[in-house]
């Protein structure tokens, strides 16, 4: 897991350590991970630290400071480093510092868009946790820098840490390094896509409380991902009970019943019309067709709101009270009374219609429109996108990030449904959310490993699901 916490907690953290720690020390442990940082960059990028150029640009506050000391260690290193300082004063003894280290430091000035593009790296320091409401006017040239790989100290300026949220310009980075624990903004969508790559530089913070937002990880899904032991039958492991497709939507059934077989379900009865169930059976002559015991439910892919008989084999899942993933056509008439163990998978402009929004409100701030969802309906919420954000019961709220972009294609969404049903048939004892992003994870990996780089269907990614489990890192000690 990657955990984020809110700016307060930061800073009460920080106040911590400060209160134990000499004068200066964590602002010269951040700097020392930005500068070993900063040198790789250079060496991967140029082939060589000595002689290359760097522009460091250095706000008002402590981010500025922190770039400042980062300026004065690349100096040392023989590198050529300009600090534009992008604020009317700058952290005294850090310009110090770096002056005494022959780093060139002057104020800002118009234009200075073409000094940061012609260097080999930039490091952002305008603002960091201190900021938030995009960039300045004087400097909102520089979110559509071209040219040097940019590094931002804790946040790319512009962004606001706590939320993923963004309400203005933002200089986009391609690594960003922040210290003892990522912020918000670093694993939320739309902000997450200004970060980059996300490095969490140790500096020694403790006492940290629960965090704010968790990113799983491939590895957190190799140690969960519930495998059978020699006491297992296919009752114990989970059956998975799948309410999909419909007479015109035959595919949603075969791709939900596919994945779910994939993922490991023992067992898997699929409830629907004729045509789709002869055509599951075809492709799934392990699926057992028509009512029974059921652990977890699939509910609503390829469900038309117009088809009673499937609408009320939804209805039923539902008041049985056994955990279901709720989508696409189960999401339409959604009962009164659902819980945790209920996980509805709607997409952006799904979740809109629930919530009676615009869509676009709903991927300016997926988090909030996930969250009042949760809310609403008491429901676990997972909402699908380049960033897939989970909330669920308390509140808890977790992301999942491994999806290639070639996953945004037609049957996806039924596949990630199968998948979550098997999961939760599997591990009815634990949190739905915890499971339900470890299936969205497992999905984008499965998804990464099916595209190798290229297009992909959905079926190509229910098919890698076995081969996925088994090469993430962690599984079987792989690396
Ligand atoms: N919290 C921690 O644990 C640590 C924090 N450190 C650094 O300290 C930073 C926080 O320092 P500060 O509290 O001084 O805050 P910042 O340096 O983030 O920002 C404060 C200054 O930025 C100005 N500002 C606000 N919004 C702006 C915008 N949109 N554009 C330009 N300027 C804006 C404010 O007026 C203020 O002068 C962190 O982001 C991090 O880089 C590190 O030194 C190490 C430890
Ligand atoms: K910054």
């Not at 002869?278 to 977890?296: C, I, S, T």
Request: charged fraction near 20%; include cysteine; proline fraction near 7%.
């Amino acid at each position: 897991m990657i955990v984020a916490h809110r700016v307060e907690d930061v800073r009460a953290a920080e106040r911590a350590a400060l209160a134990a720690l000499p004068a200066g020390t964590l602002m010269d442990r951040a700097a020392a991970a930005l500068d070993v940082v900063c040198a790789d960059v250079l060496r991967e990028s140029t082939g060589a630290v000595a002689g290359r150029r760097a522009v460091v640009l250095a706000g008002a506050g402590d981010n500025g400071g922190d770039a400042l000391l980062t300026a004065a260690r690349l100096a040392r290193r023989g590198v050529a480093v300009t600090a534009l300082l992008t604020a009317d004063r700058a952290h005294a003894p850090a310009l110090a510092t770096a002056r005494r280290a022959g780093v060139r430091a002057r104020a800002w000035r118009a234009g200075d868009e073409s000094t940061c593009a012609a260097a080999d790296l930039l490091l952002d320091g305008i603002v960091g946790i201190g900021g938030g409401g995009g960039l300045r006017p004087a400097h909102e040239g520089l979110s559509a820098l071209d040219g040097p790989v940019v590094v931002a100290v804790d946040v790319p300026s512009g962004l606001d840490a706590d939320t993923g949220a963004v309400t203005g310009e933002v200089l986009a980075a391609d690594l960003t390094v922040t210290f003892g624990t990522a912020r918000p903004a670093h694993l939320l969508a739309p902000a997450a896509g200004f970060c980059g790559r996300l490095l969490v530089a140790d500096i020694g913070l403790a006492d940290l409380p629960a965090p704010a937002v968790e990113r799983v990880e491939p590895r957190d899904v190799a140690g969960r991902w519930r495998r059978p032991g020699p006491a297992d039958d296919k009752y114990s492991r989970g059956v998975v009970g799948v309410v999909a497709g419909g007479p015109d939507y035959t595919g949603a059934a075969v791709l939900a019943v596919e994945a779910a077989v994939r993922a490991g379900a023992g067992m898997v009865r699929y409830l629907g019309p004729g045509h789709p169930t002869e055509l599951v059976r075809h492709r799934r002559p392990e699926v057992v067709a028509g009512p029974g015991r059921v652990q977890a439910w699939v509910l609503g892919p390829g469900v038309s709101p117009e088809d009673p008989e499937q609408q009320e084999r939804v209805r039923a899942a539902l008041a049985s009270g056994e955990p279901a993933v709720v989508d696409a056509g189960a999401l339409a008439a959604l009962p009164g009374t659902l819980g945790p163990q209920h996980v509805l998978t709607p997409h952006a402009g799904e979740l809109a219609r629930l919530l009676g929004v615009e869509r676009a409100a709903v991927e300016a701030d997926p988090l909030a429109a996930a969250r009042r969802a949760h809310e609403r309906t008491g429901a676990t919420v997972l909402l699908k996108g380049s960033v897939t954000t989970v909330v669920g019961g308390g509140g808890r709220v977790l992301t999942a990030a491994s999806a290639p972009d070639w996953l945004a294609t037609a049957g996806a969404g039924d596949v990630l449904a199968g998948v979550l049903g098997a999961a939760l048939a599997a591990r009815p004892d634990e949190d739905p959310a915890v499971v339900a992003a470890d299936a969205a994870v497992l999905h984008g990996w499965a998804a990464t490993l099916a595209s190798a780089g290229g297009p992909i269907a959905a079926l190509d990614v229910a098919e890698a699901v076995p081969a996925a489990l088994t090469s993430l890192p962690g599984w079987d000690g792989r690396p």
